[in-house]
């Protein structure tokens, strides 16, 4: 479902649409940023060689300093030269979020983004969604089968069960 949101999958009939036109749209897909499975990441490179990357991919301009605003908004503009191998997994879905807000989304999609994370990390990730909602006004739409984290974060719930949302 969140791939069809996105606009990376097409549904089997019908079609989805956000801000009041189709996800397909160039226009609306600029304004959605999405995390949907682990992030693609290169361990060998630092957080910021992996968002300049992105960056290139996105064609975002004066990407340094859209780099170390993000950077900073995720909390991990002190790495350095560390390499993401290093980074535990709450560090490296951070990233991944990181990478989802380089194009200043309105809209964040995310796939069980606390999904494998000790209690410190999803508290890491909780806060920043938090913030980012509270500070940039985003609104995120998350998955996730961990009920009781999401207790501590979501003002909108709804369960999809056999293919319908309910």
């Not at 340094?64 to 560390?82: A, D, F, P, S, Y």
């Not at 003002?155 to 309910?166: C, D, E, K, Q, V």
């Amino acid at each position: 479902a969140l791939r069809m949101l996105a606009g990376l999958a097409r549904p089997s009939s019908g079609e989805i649409r956000i801000y009041g036109k189709s996800v397909v749209e160039e226009s609306v897909r600029r304004r959605i940023g999405i995390l949907i499975e682990s992030p693609g990441l290169y361990p060998g490179q630092t957080a910021q060689e992996n968002l300049w990357l992105a960056a290139c991919c996105l064609g975002i301009a004066q990407e340094k300093r859209r780099i170390g605003e993000v950077l900073e908004q995720v909390g991990l503009e002190n790495t350095g030269k560390k390499k993401v191998k290093q980074f535990s997994m709450g560090m490296k879905q951070r990233l991944g979020l990181g990478m989802a807000l380089l194009g200043s989304p309105d809209l964040l999609l995310l796939d069980e983004p606390i999904n494998g994370l000790d209690p410190e990390g999803m508290a890491e990730v909780r806060n920043l969604l938090e913030k980012l909602n509270r500070e940039k006004g985003i609104t995120i739409l998350l998955s996730s089968h961990i009920l009781g984290e999401l207790s501590k974060l979501a003002t909108r719930y709804g369960i999809i069960r056999n293919g319908s949302l309910g």
